[in-house]
């Protein structure tokens, strides 16, 4: 992307402007990308909606200010983005049905909540694309699952897809493989932040200040990670030249192996998968 060729997006409504819609947010204000017509968000609190009225194009609605903020919001725009919580999708859907105008394409950032469930709450005329994004969006670095719906258009999910490439990645795949992307990439960055906290509890038993191991586990995330992106070689062939055979890594991965962390990876996942179906069923 560069400024000679600006991504152009159509005005787009943020319904429920929490963390996820927030990080996509970031990426839209990026230089590269223009929004005609403007982003509008709604959220429950003005406190938060005056933060987010001060970002530049950006009009913000408070519901506990003004019980008309979905429907201003989403009057005029193209894209209407679900970024409430999962069980307050259907009450949402309900409230706002009357004011999409035809063609409107809405995009659920929603864990869990099918198509099947959007497009029954919404008239025909309007577009459901399903979506699992992730929070580094707020960086420019999300990966992103995106699914058509029954009612969309190849255009309706190429504009979803512009969208979310403003933030970073995108797979485009069926909606029966978007709750199994979300407990890899969605819930993703959590396994990370939580891997990052227990190896720095680790680092700070053996003696090191919390600065000092900060430094040590985030630079190693971060330094590995970079060289991952940077080689393109693969991950256990990158591992194998940090393990010198006989070397002290070998005995560590034994450690790691032994504990057999793609089970607990494997549960950890259906845990998640299963929470999703609960999701969906309205629980
Ligand atoms: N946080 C994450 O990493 C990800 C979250 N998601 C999905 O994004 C959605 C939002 O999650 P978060 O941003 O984490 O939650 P959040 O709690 O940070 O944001 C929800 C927002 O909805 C607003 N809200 C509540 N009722 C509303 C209403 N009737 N009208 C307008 N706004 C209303 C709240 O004021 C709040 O700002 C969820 O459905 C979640 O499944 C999807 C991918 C990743
Ligand atoms: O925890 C959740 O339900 C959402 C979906 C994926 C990441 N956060």
Redesign the pocket.
């Known amino acids: 992307m560069s400024a000679a060729d600006p991504v152009r997006l159509p005005a787009i409504a943020f319904?429920?402007?929490?963390?996820?819609?927030r990080a996509i947010i970031a990426g839209l204000l990026q230089p590269g990308v223009a929004v005609d017509g403007g982003i509008r968000t709604?959220?429950?609190?003005a406190e938060?909606a005056a933060e987010l009225a001060g970002l530049d194009g950006v009009t913000a609605y408070a519901?506990e200010t003004d019980v008309a903020?979905?429907h201003a919001a989403v009057a005029g725009a193209a894209l209407v983005v679900v970024?409430?919580?999962?069980a307050?999708v259907p009450d949402?859907l309900r409230e706002i049905a009357d004011s999409l105008e035809p063609g409107t394409v809405v995009v659920s950032?929603?864990?869990g909540v099918t198509v099947e469930t959007f497009e029954s709450l919404l008239p025909d005329s309007v577009a459901v694309i399903r979506s699992?994004?992730?929070?580094p969006a707020v960086v420019g670095r999300a990966v992103t699952g995106v699914s058509a719906g029954t009612r969309s258009s190849p255009a309706d999910l190429a504009l979803a897809v512009s969208l979310f490439e403003t933030v970073g990645q995108v797979l485009v795949v069926p909606e029966s493989q978007l709750d199994a992307l979300s407990t890899i990439s969605?819930s993703g960055p959590a396994y990370v932040f939580y891997l990052i906290e227990q190896l720095t509890a680790a680092a700070v038993d053996k003696g090191f200040t919390p600065e000092q191991a900060a430094v040590m586990v985030q630079g190693t995330f971060r330094g590995a990670s970079e060289l991952l992106a940077s080689t393109g070689d693969d991950p256990a062939e990158l591992r194998r030249r940090v393990t010198s055979p006989k070397g002290t890594t070998e005995r560590a991965i034994a450690v790691l192996e032994a504990s057999d962390l793609k089970q607990t990876f494997d549960r950890a996942t259906d845990a998640a998968l299963a929470r999703a179906r609960e999701l969906a069923a309205g629980a």
């Not at 709604?42 to 609190?45: A, G, L, P």
């Open positions: 319904l429920g402007a929490g963390s996820m819609a709604t959220n429950r609190t938060k519901t903020a979905n970024a409430v919580k999962p307050m949402l950032v929603a864990a699992m994004p992730n929070t969605g």
